[in-house]
């Protein structure tokens, strides 16, 4: 069986970060696993923490795919979890978890080394550190070169410690390779080069939860307490994570431009109890989280289904949804909708609303769980009936 990986349902920096991390990943596993398109993958990344991420797996589930989930939630609701922010190794684990769930072992190079079955004829002789220093471009490796001309005090200065014998690996005595030989190092401008990223720590992948829009932050089990957002505009959003409440303009419109952008975590700031309780107050009732969710699903496309639906799949509204009064529209889509499955342009059509408005309402609902794609099962063919034989079969079918 091939292990291929898609990924959907993220922003670029997010994936770019992921193809990066899954590189390196995979070549210490061997190469065994494949990036290919999301249609054509057996295991799915999808970013849980995103807006078009959970219907990207409300998509894929539906459809019967393995789904992977990037979240920084404890738990997810996906066949596999990888933990927000990631690295390397975190990924590594997860690709050899996959793996095994298939029944491929995987293992990470270095971890294992095979036995030394070839014995030498002859134990070479130790080799001086002046000789160690000219071996041959074929001996040290095939990127090497020679080095013209330094003096062995330059040598030193610029190789230090490199041709302790403490440094030789034990495969390497094993093998009957000269300790000299073994712990030379190999001159030239590139080896130096990657001599300084290994001792150097390697920072995490770029764009790893570098920040996300509103929308984004405002899924479950991303936020935890309570936080004062600030829009571009001035509009000051209190959010209680913990009861799943806001406090701030009653309208929706007013609380768009809050949902432009992106927002880094430090711009969410943390308010203590006595703030809490004086700014709440002064911003009026508390009112369900899942309404500012419904208005960023509304906004997020812009006249388009989010990315994973067409205008030719099915959609069908499960709950009457909360229509607002700024929206008088949708109180037709909504009716139309309860109705039966049906795509945009046929919903469109039947509530005698522009699509990219249904196409808004659609999204907003997805967000919220109040709508759902329909996916329908293929029809089963019947056997026909055998007639029945004898005197009395022809007589019942006349």
Not at 89 to 105: F, K, P, Y
Not at 166 to 182: I, K, L, N, S
Not at 194 to 200: I, L, P, Q, T, Y
Not at 357 to 370: E, M
Request: proline letters at 10%.
């Amino acid at each position: 069986m091939s292990l291929t990986l898609g990924l959907t349902g993220m922003d670029p920096a997010t994936e770019a970060a992921l193809k990066a991390a899954f590189q390196e990943a995979n070549a210490r596993l061997g190469g065994h696993w494949s990036l290919v398109p999301d249609a054509e993958a057996g295991h799915v990344v999808v970013d849980m923490d995103s807006m078009y991420g959970p219907m990207s797996w409300l998509r894929l589930h539906a459809a019967g795919r393995h789904v992977i989930g990037l979240t920084s939630a404890p738990r997810t609701q996906t066949d596999f979890r990888l933990g927000r922010p990631f690295d390397v190794e975190q990924l590594m684990q997860l690709l050899v978890d996959v793996a095994r769930s298939t029944g491929i072992g995987l293992q990470a190079a270095g971890e294992a080394r095979p036995a030394v079955s070839a014995t030498p004829a002859a134990e070479p002789a130790p080799a001086t550190s002046s000789e160690a220093a000219s071996v041959s471009p074929s001996a040290a490796g095939p990127e090497s070169e020679p080095v013209p001309g330094p003096s062995e005090a330059t040598r030193a200065e610029s190789e230090p410690a490199a041709v302790e014998p403490a440094a030789v690996e034990p495969d390497a005595r094993e093998a009957g390779v000269p300790e000299a030989v073994a712990a030379a190092p190999v001159s030239g401008p590139a080896n130096a080069a990657v001599a300084k990223d290994e001792a150097e720590p390697q920072s995490p992948p770029a764009g790893v939860d570098a920040g996300r829009d509103l929308a984004a932050w405002l899924r479950p089990g991303v936020l935890a307490g309570r936080v004062r957002c600030r829009g571009a505009d001035g509009t000051v959003l209190l959010i209680d994570a913990g009861t799943d409440t806001w406090h701030g303009p009653t309208a929706l419109k007013p609380v768009a431009g809050c949902f432009e952008g992106v927002i880094a975590r430090d711009e969410l700031e943390k308010v203590d109890d006595a703030t809490w309780l004086r700014e709440s107050a002064a911003a009026g009732a508390p009112q369900p989280l899942s309404r500012l969710r419904w208005l960023g699903g509304l906004l997020a496309g812009k006249g388009e289904l989010l990315p994973g639906f067409s205008a030719s799949d099915r959609f069908q509204l499960n709950k009457w949804p909360q229509t607002e009064r700024e929206y008088p529209r949708h109180f037709r889509i909504a009716t139309q909708m309860m109705k039966g499955p049906a795509t945009l342009p046929e919903i469109a059509q039947a509530s005698g609303v522009p699509e990219p408005d249904v196409a808004d309402f659609i999204n907003a609902n997805l967000a919220t769980g109040f709508a759902e794609p329909v996916v329908e099962a293929p029809p089963v063919a019947e056997e026909p009936v055998k007639a029945r034989g004898g005197l009395l079969g022809r007589l019942r079918n006349r």
